[in-house]
């Protein structure tokens, strides 16, 4: 398995890249195996390369930031498992070398008008749309892997694409969840047993908002089901789901692919998720680019 801290040191010719901040999980495997056939199938030199790089740009706390898992040996035998080709672990002065790379990053509407993680975590998506503009750019990535839990992130990063012409196709994966239903994530390891109970709220409440007939029903359900628990959300809505913007007034239900979505702190951990809204719909975003 190579680890490569600078792009020189990666094959040449392209290649699928699933970006991480480490601390890695089966979720980000499954990523990762996602990512390992999109190289095979598009025969690309450069094969899977997944990305350690903790972002200093999207972190709004430097507390969080700091306390960011970082066990870049332990990431790269685990993508080594699952077949990947290179884990690209670059030095923030890789990525940002000069104030200039630090630049504005083209940000669609996405990624900072819905009032939803724009909102929580100001400033965070200009570092997610940085960071991504910059790996795509150090790895040659002609495709790129990224879940669904962080939706807004990903509903971002293909809007981003899209406005750069970018040549990266961006791959969506399914949220990979452990077996009582709470969004696998590299915070989770910083729950108690108590808090975890709790952090269940977030799945149940979007469960529960999905049996419901109208997105103001589906909202009422989903935040008495946080209400139970003691979880005040940031955010707990029913949302146009690549916009993330409330329907027009008067858009029927079948006219609108739509999103649950939800984010709260449950003890020292900032947990989201989201659903397909109503449950049973064919709102997954597929591969898009």
């Known amino acids: 398995m190579l680890i490569a801290q600078k792009s020189e040191e990666l094959t040449p010719g392209g290649c699928v890249i699933v970006p991480t901040m480490g601390g890695l999980h089966t979720g980000h495997l499954e990523l990762v195996r996602r990512g390992v056939e999109a190289a095979r199938s598009r025969d690309l030199p450069g094969g899977c390369v997944v ?18 898992p970082r066990m870049v040996e332990q990431d790269a035998a685990m993508c080594a498992g699952v077949g990947a080709d290179a884990v690209f672990a670059p030095s923030v002065e890789t990525v940002y070398p000069t104030p200039q790379s630090r630049r504005d990053p083209v940000m669609p509407q996405v990624a900072y008008e819905p009032g939803l993680e724009d909102a929580a975590r100001r400033g965070h998506f200009a570092g997610v749309c940085l960071v991504c503009q910059r790996l795509f750019e150090l790895t040659d990535a002609r495709a790129a892997v990224f879940g669904e839990k962080d939706w807004q992130q990903l509903q971002s990063v293909t809007a981003m694409v899209r406005m750069l012409r970018s040549p990266t196709e961006i791959i969506a994966a399914p949220t990979e969840r452990d077996p009582d239903g709470l969004a696998m994530s590299s915070r989770n390891r910083f729950l108690n047993d108590e808090d975890r109970a709790r952090g269940l709220a977030l799945s149940r409440g979007l469960v529960a908002a999905g049996g419901e007939a109208t997105p103001g029903a589906g909202e009422t359900a989903l935040r008495r089901v946080l209400d139970v628990a003691g979880v005040i959300p940031d955010y707990a809505a029913i949302r146009e789901a690549s916009t993330l913007m409330p329907p027009p007034e008067g858009a029927a ?26 449950l049973g719909t064919d709102a997954d975003s597929g591969s898009q680019g």
């Open 253 to 278: 239900i079948g006219d609108v692919t739509w999103r649950a979505v939800v984010a709260g702190r449950v003890g020292s951990v900032r947990l989201l998720d989201n659903m397909p809204w109503p």
């Open 51 to 68: 990305s350690v790089f903790v972002n200093p740009t999207q972190f709004d706390e430097a507390y969080d930031y700091e306390r960011y």
